[in-house]
C-alpha cells in the first residue's frame, strides 16, 4: 500500500475556499482602487458590490460543497441545487433593488462581478490542484497492470 500523502480527505476543498477567498481579497482591492480611480466614489460603490456579490455566489457553492462532503450524495446533491436556486434569488433581488439606485458605477459592478466569479473560480481550482491526493495500490494488484482502461 502507497500513500502519497496524509493529508486530510477534504484538504483539497479546504484549499480551494482559502484560495478563494485570497483571490476575492486581492480582487477586491485592486478593483476597488481602480475603480475609485476611474469612476470616483459610484466606481468605488460598484466594485464594493460587485466583489460582494460575485463572491458571495462562488464562495457558498466552495463552502457548501465543503460542508455537506459527508452527506450522501442524495443529500448533498439536493443541498447544492437548493443553495444554488436561493444563491440565484438573493443575487436577483439585488440587482432589482440596485437597479433603482444611482448611487454607484454599473460598469464598476459588472465588471468586478465578471472578475469575481472568474478570479475567485480559478483561484479555487488552483487551491484544488495544489492539493497532493492519497493514492492507494491495493494488495495483490500488479504494478505493471494497465490502469488506463478501467
Do not use: N
Not at 477567498?21 to 460598484?46: D, K, N, Q, R
Amino acid at each position: 500500500m502507497t500513500t502519497a500523502s496524509h493529508s486530510h480527505p477534504d484538504a483539497p476543498l479546504r484549499a480551494a475556499l482559502r484560495y478563494g477567498i485570497a483571490g476575492l481579497i486581492a480582487l477586491v482591492v485592486i478593483s476597488c482602487v481602480l475603480a475609485t480611480i476611474i469612476a470616483g466614489l459610484p466606481g468605488l460603490w460598484g466594485a464594493v458590490i460587485g466583489s460582494a456579490i460575485g463572491g458571495f455566489f462562488i464562495l457558498t457553492t466552495a463552502a457548501l460543497v465543503l460542508f455537506s462532503a459527508k452527506l450522501e450524495s442524495g443529500i448533498q446533491g439536493m443541498v447544492m441545487l437548493g443553495s444554488w436556486v436561493g444563491k440565484l434569488l438573493v443575487v436577483l433581488v439585488v440587482v432589482a433593488v440596485l437597479k433603482h439606485f444611482d448611487f454607484y458605477s454599473r460598469m464598476a459592478l459588472f465588471l468586478t462581478v465578471v472578475g469575481a466569479l472568474l478570479i475567485v473560480l480559478g483561484s479555487e481550482t488552483y487551491g484544488v490542484l495544489r492539493q497532493r491526493v492519497p493514492v492507494i495500490t491495493p494488495p495483490g494488484d500488479a504494478s505493471d497492470q494497465d490502469h488506463s482502461k478501467l
